[in-house]
């Protein structure tokens, strides 16, 4: 029985980025099957090559000094929808591999929705370090020097002036030749936003969702979007229940410590660590979309643990806090633990003191956890905490930034001798954050992300939405509006999907081909 209004059926979910059970999470978004198997032909009836063949760009090292050299970058792309003269359509799928992504290039997303509108071809590249898009065999700190989102913003430049697209015609497409529309969700989203301050001739058009755009150190409101929006009488226990840890964990009371300790099986060395292993539900919240197909419901299993007694739920004050700590206890003990820490100690599972773990020395590439801690503890920040007091929370207050940075110097030993506070102000100040003003930039929001506060459309922001900057918001989670699967099942979201084509159709319309030069 699912607690929540929501309705969602149980299908399978597509994978999310396997991370440890660990903050600050990413906002990554979610793969999506292609919408038909079998051979994909252009509009002429030819065979196209299969969606997941790779190819390869010779991208430069580091975009300041070329004589590094190059390396290379993965990318993904085909023209089943193109005709001469229409867009190249770009997206990456930001902080993780990009193998298994040729869903986006088809028209089961908003990518191939525009090519199939306008005539485009797509395009899926690997940000570099992510998947095997990396310039070295490893990701140590002298690596990851070439690690930054200014490099990333130069890869997208670079490569769509400088590719040579295996389709016909392909090498005749650049941004002086043709006009380029980049998309982006979540970090990706933020990229796309930063790209077009950056880089404001590479890509005539781009479409942004859920796109992080402000850089925020203490990101508490990742949690109280959450809070406002999942189903009230979990919110009421789940507070309670994260009030009275709080109470006994600062109370020195070494005897009710130890009962949490128990209650929950958990007897980890530090208090915070327990905190924080108590937000793994609390995530899940990330892995919902309005269609059954790309939905996990972890999260309303939670809920329905704690709210569900004798086949009846609570009402919208739940339970009370005696009933729902032995619940969520109950809860831990036969389905988080041994789902996720089975072949773990407690400690090896949910600690994050030991500077050894093998989560904060494997440099391997392909990690994306690491490469994503680099670019938060030195440039973005979002941990993800508890609310300052005053304010209502459903994560401890345990949980800080300070307990994420110090993480930073067990990742990054040869960087950061001290917990680093991540140089926000500077990425905001680069890429003008929430304040971004730029022609033919559409941004799509969800108002149950809760990614939305760093967005432009975040609580107490007011930015108008404008015809050259429109902004579209529907009643959906992370990055909703890129997938077409929503659309059917949530008119809202249609409303977004829809704003957003006709602003592609009538900025496309209006391209011709002007004296460009790569800035």
Known sequence: ??????AVSSLLVLPLLASALRVPRPPVIQKVDPPHAGPVVDRNGT????????????????????????FKQRYWHTWEFYEPGGPIIITTPGEQDAAGFEGFLTNATIDGQIAQQQSGATIVLEHRYYGYSNPYNNLSVASLQYHTIQQAIDDLAYFAYNVKLPMPGGDNVTPDQAPWVLI??????????????????????????????????????????????????????????????????????????NEIKQTFSMNLTHLDDFASALTGPIFDWQS??????????SFFEFCDALEVKNGVSAGPEGWGLDYALQAWGSYWNTTFLPENCYDQTIEECLGTYNASAPYYTDISVNNADRSWMWIVCNQMGFFQDGAPEGDPTIVSRLVTALYNERQCTYYFPQA???????????????????????????????????????????????????????IAVGDGFHCSDLYTINAQVDPTIEAVQQEGLAAMAGWLEEWTAPAQSQS
């Open 1 to 6: 029985m699912v607690s929540s209004s929501l």
């Open 288 to 297: 919902l979309q309005p269609a059954g197909e790309l939905t996990d419901l």
């Open 47 to 70: 065979e196209l090559p299969p969606l997941n063949t790779t190819y390869y760009f010779d991208q430069l090292i580091d975009h300041n000094n070329p004589s590094l050299g190059t």
């Open 184 to 257: 982006g969700g979540s970090y990706a989203g933020a990229l796309t936003s930063f790209t077009k301050v950056n880089k404001p001739d590479a890509f005539w058009a781009a479409w942004s969702s859920s796109g992080v755009v402000e850089s925020i150190v203490n990101y508490w409101g990742y949690f109280d979007i959450i809070r406002k929006h999942m189903p009230q009488n979990c919110s009421a226990d789940v507070q309670a229940v994260i009030a009275h840890i709080d109470e006994v964990f600062t109370s020195n009371d070494t005897d009710a410590i």
């Open 416 to 470: 950061f001798s001290t917990p680093p506070t991540p140089r926000v102000n500077e990425t905001n100040k680069a890429y003008d954050g929430w304040f971004v003003q730029s022609d033919r930039l559409f941004f799509g929001n969800g108002e149950r992300d809760p990614w939305r506060d760093a967005t432009i459309s975040a609580d107490g922001t007011h930015f108008a939405s404008t015809a050259q900057q429109p």
